[in-house]
């Protein structure tokens, strides 16, 4: 049996390691101390030819970014609508043709270009997945960001 000396390897894999360690944990020390420096940037498109699309918004001007979001804030008993701030509470989805009806039908005439992001709280969880299911239905591309309890949304 031949030996072989891996000692020159292990010390080279223990140094990344440590570099690792080391990004990580200055990125959780510059989360935590400015968690409200987060803000959602991606609303605001790369611009506008002035025209509106089929549901009354602005038609992006370049479309080199496939689609723009619209950003839903999914709580336990309500859902926010953003940028505009509608706001449609879940008694209200049992009503046929109701106001998150008629934002997904705007919104699935401009699928290609639109798609929807749920911004979960950490009670939404059996209504988010209703609201899932509604989307799915339609087609429309969903996206999801997990959210604290009464952090509030910023759109620049």
């Not at 605001?44 to 030819?49: F, K, M």
């Not at 979001?69 to 706001?87: A, F, K, N």
């Not at 998150?100 to 992001?117: C, G, M, P, S």
Request: proline content about 4%.
């Amino acid at each position: 049996m031949a030996e072989v000396d891996t000692s020159s390897f292990q010390s080279i894999v223990l140094m990344l390691i440590g570099i690792l360690v080391i990004i990580l944990i200055s990125n959780v020390l510059t989360i935590i101390s400015n968690p409200d420096n987060i803000h959602i940037g991606a609303v605001v498109n790369s611009g506008t030819t002035g025209g509106e699309d089929l549901d009354g918004m602005e038609t992006p001007k370049f479309l080199n970014m496939k689609q723009d979001p619209i950003y839903i804030d999914v709580e336990h008993d309500r859902l926010t609508i953003y940028p505009e701030e509608t706001v449609i509470f879940a008694k209200d989805l049992m009503v046929e043709g109701n106001a998150f009806e008629k934002f997904l039908d705007r919104t699935e005439a401009v699928k290609d270009i639109r798609y929807i992001v749920l911004m979960l709280r950490p009670d939404s969880a059996t209504f988010q997945r209703r609201l899932r299911r509604a989307i799915a239905d339609r087609g429309i591309d969903i996206g999801f960001e997990p959210f604290d309890f009464g952090r509030k949304i910023i759109i620049q």
